[in-house]
């Protein structure tokens, strides 16, 4: 099937050359998942190898968020600076070169380093990622494809899961010799030059966004890409609309600026750092970094943990695809708000099967039919997550931004995310040694909190070009007479 233009589409009507840009665009949300887990299986080895206590040792684990939070701050001024393309080469050389380091580290002070070099290139991919595809989709499509991001990020936690066990169980352990006297948990890491390589040959080969080359003024050069990814539109049309769009921006505010005058910021960069925020606090990661306590405390033996966060890692993935088919065909909010009905329903149930747990922190029991209740709830909200907050937050924050600001207000926004990540994180090992009863019941009013969040403040945007969505974020003045 071809489109007038003779352009090559699939059966879902998006041209091929599309398609390809946005899952190539979205290599670096697969280095995300990648560098998010690599870290599980290795962990448990790193603490033995380099004889560090509890403390030390979730410093090391979490110290790549505090890297991803600032590479994700900086990635918005390096994409509007240089181009998003350019940031893309970046994140990967750093990524690469965190693989390498953090996989022959000799010491934990080494193994920080490396770990927060690497965070700063994840937090890089984290934001041009979205922010490319969204900007390089037609507006039809951009639900699905700009979804992308989170499927790719999926995939790259279950790669990490999967080669972290496959290196595990060729040595006998993580910390046994693998080869060329290195042991397992160094390949983990070292695993994580082949994504990086990837990414960065890509991100030889890619064009840059059209809507960057408006902003730069080379619309000869913007035309060209919007004739590729968009050829059944009025490319003209396209062009005068960004333009419109940069000149209203610049009434109300300097170039590129995101300050507003209610709390220091514009009103829809603080929606986007909120949906960031509730992302993380509705503690998804507990599921994917402390998952051994829950699968103990139901029955399972601790050698089995690694075999069911891979099982878990492969739900996500297709709760996610399940969101790709759905987003532009039903709208972003009705998924959303039942997303979040989901969490809220299975996060409360956890908390009233661990009311009636015995032991506490590691030790914790439950008994009857609380442990598969406990089971089942965990489940049910990987499936409310992976169908909803996880693919459709990066959705929306790759379209709500004014094109001016669009980067550097996602990056932000991707900063926020990664420092809600790193607050979860370190934070559940205290809380679930306090009660776990009360940490499920916060993420359940979190989970709370995101439904009517969307239901108050998010509209839909479903079928819009980027700047007819952008409106209903941010109020226009109107031009002086």
């Known amino acids: ?44 080895a790193i603490q033995g190898q380099f004889k560090l206590g509890d403390a030390l040792t979730g410093f090391a684990v979490a110290v790549a968020l505090l890297g991803c939070a600032l590479g994700a701050y900086l990635a918005g001024r390096i994409a509007d600076a240089w181009g998003r393309i350019p940031a893309m080469k970046l994140g990967a050389g750093l990524f690469l ?68 066990a496959l ?13 060329f006297g290195l042991p397992a948990w160094r390949w983990m890491f070292l695993a994580g030059i082949v994504p990086a390589l990837v990414y960065g040959a890509i991100a030889f080969v890619l064009p840059e966004s059209p809507r960057f080359l408006v902003v730069k003024g080379k619309e000869e050069e913007a035309a060209l890409v919007f004739k590729t990814i968009a050829p ?6 396209s062009i ?61 033996q601790e050698k089995d943990s690694l075999t069911i966060s891979v099982v878990t890692a492969v739900v996500n993935i297709l709760v996610t695809l399940v969101a790709i088919a759905l987003v532009d065909r039903i709208g972003r909010r009705p998924i959303l708000l039942t997303g979040s009905i989901g969490m ?62 669009r980067a550097r207000a996602l990056g932000l926004a991707a900063a926020a995310q990664w420092i809600a990540n790193f607050l979860i994180t370190l934070s559940f090992p205290v ?10 019941g916060m993420y359940a009013l979190f989970a709370t909190a995101s439904f009517f969040f969307v239901m108050f403040k998010i509209p839909e945007t479903n079928g819009m070009s980027l700047e007819q969505a952008e409106t209903l974020f941010v109020k226009k003045p109107k031009a002086a007479k």
Do not use: C
């Open 1 to 44: 099937m071809s489109n007038i233009n003779n352009e090559p589409v699939v059966s879902s009507g998006i041209p091929r050359k599309v398609i390809g840009l946005a899952v190539a665009g979205a290599v670096g949300g697969f280095l995300f998942g990648f560098d998010s887990s690599v870290v599980n299986g290795a962990v448990d």
């Open 97 to 164: 070169v965190s693989a390498i380091g953090t996989g022959l580290a000799f010491n934990v002070v080494d193994l920080i380093a490396w770990r927060l070099v690497g965070g700063l290139g994840i937090g890089l991919a984290s934001v041009i990622a979205p922010a490319y595809i969204s900007e390089i989709s037609p507006r039809k499509h951009r639900g699905r494809l700009a979804s992308l991001q989170q499927l790719a990020i999926t995939v790259g936690i279950f790669a990490a899961l999967l080669s972290d």
């Open 167 to 179: 290196f595990a169980n060729a040595a006998g352990s993580a910390l046994q010799d693998l080869w």
């Open 232 to 237: 059944d539109e009025d490319t003209d049309r």
């Open 240 to 300: 005068r609309d960004i333009k419109a769009a940069i000149a209203e921006d610049s009434l109300s505010a300097k170039k590129g600026s995101l300050r507003g005058k209610r709390f220091g910021l514009l009103p829809v960069v603080w929606i986007g750092i909120i949906l960031s925020v509730l992302q993380q606090f509705v503690g998804i990661n507990v599921i994917f970094y402390y998952s051994t306590t829950l699968w103990q405390a139901v029955g399972f």
């Open 344 to 405: 809220a329903v299975s996060l409360g149930t956890m908390a009233l099967a661990f009311a009636s747990a015995t032991g506490t922190g590691s030790d914790v029991t439950l008994s009857g039919a609380w442990g598969p209740i406990a089971l089942v709830a965990a489940n049910v909200f990987v499936v409310s997550f992976g169908a909803s907050w996880g693919p459709l937050v990066w959705v929306l924050l790759g379209e709500i931004f004014p094109s001016r600001i």
């Open 431 to 440: 809380m679930a040694a306090a009660s776990l009863p009360l940490t499920y």
